[in-house]
Nanobody, 125 residues
Framework: QVQLVESGGGLVPAGGSLRLSCAASTRTFSSYSMGWFREAPGKEREFVAMITSGIPRTYLVDSVKGRFTISRDNAKNTVYLQMNSLKPEDTAVYFC??????????????????WGQGTQVTVSS
């Protein structure tokens, strides 16, 4: 069982920045691909970003490319989501997730094995 704990959410004005962190309680953190999803009120959970295990490759949804960056520190068992130039439409609860499955299903929530409890990000206009 892997526990994931997100932190770093908050209220920021449009154009501001936040860095989300997700700490994992596992000694095999480096073997997991890690993803970030978000869920806005009344909407389905949406893929935001993913970073692979091993030699890290990153994938981001088009709406955040150029603004968000995903990274990981395996020594700290932590994955980060740096969010710059935030927009009101980025407002959501952000979840981190871990998976062992390989392949191209990384944008699907069902392909992840473990989830955090989420952290609220609110961007004011």
């Amino acid at each position: 069982q892997v526990q994931l704990v997100e932190s770093g959410g908050g209220l920021v004005p449009a154009g501001g920045s936040l860095r989300l962190s997700c700490a994992a309680s596992t000694r095999t953190f480096s073997s997991y691909s890690m993803g970030w999803f978000r869920e806005a009120p009344g909407k389905e959970r949406e893929f935001v970003a993913m970073i692979t295990s091993g030699i890290p490759r990153t994938y981001l949804v088009d709406s955040v490319k150029g603004r968000f960056t995903i990274s990981r520190d395996n020594a700290k068992n932590t994955v980060y989501l740096q969010m710059n130039s935030l927009k009101p439409e980025d407002t959501a609860v952000y979840f981190c997730a871990a998976r062992t499955a390989p392949g191209g299903t990384y944008s699907y929530a069902w392909s992840y094995d473990y989830w955090g409890q989420g952290t609220q990000v609110t961007v004011s206009s």
